[in-house]
Nanobody, 117 residues
Framework: QVRLVESGGGLVQAGGSLRLSCVVS????????MAWYRRAPGKQRELVAG???????DYANSVKGRFTISRDNGKNTAYLQMNSLKPEDTAVYYC???????????WGQGTQVTVSS
């Protein structure tokens, strides 16, 4: 059974940094794409950043230049380095893994990020 476990969330002041991690375990074939989404209170879930198995990354305009997504294929782990955090970055951040060979998509349980002003 595939399982995604996020860590690294917390409370930080505006301008600070956090690094989120997502470890994928169990029944893994090839993880074609890993991504981070977030859901802020009262808002819909939105894509923050995604990265292919080849390392090609894409970002939401709101985080470009501040966030960096990376992955370690050998460890089945994705990271989200978040710098220059703003109060509007406050949300629950979810890890997502896409495996095309099994047409499967998986989600983590989420980790809370709170940025105080």
């Amino acid at each position: 059974q595939v399982r995604l476990v996020e860590s690294g969330g917390g409370l930080v002041q505006a301008g600070g940094s956090l690094r989120l991690s997502c470890v994928v375990s169990g029944g893994i074939t090839t993880i074609d794409r890993m991504a981070w989404y977030r859901r802020a209170p009262g808002k819909q879930r939105e894509l923050v950043a995604g990265i292919s198995k080849f390392g090609s990354a894409d970002y939401a305009n709101s985080v470009k230049g501040r966030f960096t997504i990376s992955r370690d294929n050998g460890k089945n782990t994705a990271y989200l380095q978040m710098n220059s955090l703003k109060p509007e970055d406050t949300a629950v951040y979810y890890c997502n893994a896409l495996m095309l060979t099994t047409s499967s998509e998986y989600w983590g349980q989420g980790t809370q990020v709170t940025v105080s002003s």
